[in-house]
């Protein structure tokens, strides 16, 4: 079956410093990945869609310029979060949809935590 | 717009007890449903999907039908276990792949021996 991988796992930073997570989809083709995230207890939230080979798309409320997502090919979506701050620790994730699309569905990755102190 | 509503949880349950898990969405046209799980820690798994009227999706004894003329999509399991213990995602697809997914807030299912 289709498989998407993120690296790291989890993470632990220092504010102030920028952390890249990394989203592969390991035996397909990705057109598409997008990047949700997860508080708590709480549902995952959009934060943006990604296209290979064009810049992101993001959901309103979400900083482009603290969420930096790079899509540069049809394996690999990143994610860094610039000047992390405390607030920022969360649950990140990724999924992947086949080029073809006749899937109908997206496949998710593992997720990323994030700790920032 | 389109939008999935979940019941809210937390639902506790003793093992082998039946679980519902209701879930109504507001679409255009028709959507995939689909339930995901989420243990604890870990990432999202697709649990069981459905994309047309009537279909029932299944996996690991849990089962959804999906019904048009009550936009619903409840999860079931006739006899739970502790290993079930996981948060529940109900979630809708309205187009192809390359659109997002619209997910409940989830229901956190814990089940005790």
């Known amino acids: 079956g289709a498989v998407v991988s993120q690296h790291p796992s989890w993470v632990i930073c220092k504010s102030g410093t920028s952390v890249k997570i990394e989203c592969r989809s390991l035996d397909f083709q990705a057109t598409t990945m997008f990047w949700y995230r997860q508080f708590p207890k709480q549902s995952l939230m959009l934060m943006a869609t990604s296209n290979e080979g064009s810049k992101a798309t993001y959901e309103q409320g979400v900083e482009k310029d603290k969420f930096l997502i790079n899509h540069a090919s049809l394996t690999l979506s990143t994610l860094t979060v610039t000047s992390a701050h405390p607030e920022d620790s969360s649950f990140y994730i990724c999924?992947?949809?086949?080029?073809?699309?006749?899937?109908?569905?997206?496949?998710f990755g593992p997720g990323t935590r994030l700790t920032v102190l | 717009g389109n939008s999935v509503t979940q019941m809210e949880g937390p639902v506790t349950l003793s093992e082998e007890a039946f679980l519902t898990i209701n879930c109504t969405y507001t679409?255009?046209?028709?959507?995939?449903l689909f339930w995901y799980v989420q243990y604890p820690g870990e990432g999202l798994q697709l649990l069981l999907k459905?994309?047309?009227?009537?279909d029932k999706g299944s996996n690991k004894g849990f089962e959804a039908t999906y019904r048009k003329e009550t936009t619903s999509f409840h999860l079931e399991k006739g006899s739970v276990q502790v290993s079930d213990s996981a948060v529940y995602f109900c979630a809708l697809l309205r187009y192809s792949g390359n659109t997002p997914l619209v997910f409940g807030k989830g229901t956190r299912l814990s089940v005790i021996a």
């Open positions: 999924s992947a949809s086949p080029r073809a699309g006749a899937l109908n569905e997206q496949f």
């Open positions: 459905a994309t047309k009227a009537d």
């Open positions: 679409a255009t046209g028709y959507p995939s």
